[in-house]
């Protein structure tokens, strides 16, 4: 059960970190005029999610071995 939470609180913990950045790209007043910050701002918020998504992945894949 331990691993089982600390699986979900590392997927929280992407998720939320890649929000944030995108929030905060998206918010700047010049969304328009992409700068390379921003690039590298929303390549960090892309791998976030990438991440939360392949731990999510690992999660599902995990239980459905362990209910075999």
Known sequence: MARRRSV???FALMLVFGGLELYLV???PRFQEIH?????????S???F?????????????TNTEQS
């Open 36 to 44: 390379n910050i921003d690039i590298a701002q929303l390549m960090v």
């Open 8 to 10: 979900w609180s590392r």
């Open 50 to 62: 990438g991440v939360a998504l392949s731990i999510l992945i690992g999660a599902i894949r995990g």
């Open 26 to 28: 998206m918010r700047t």
């Open 46 to 48: 892309g791998l976030c």
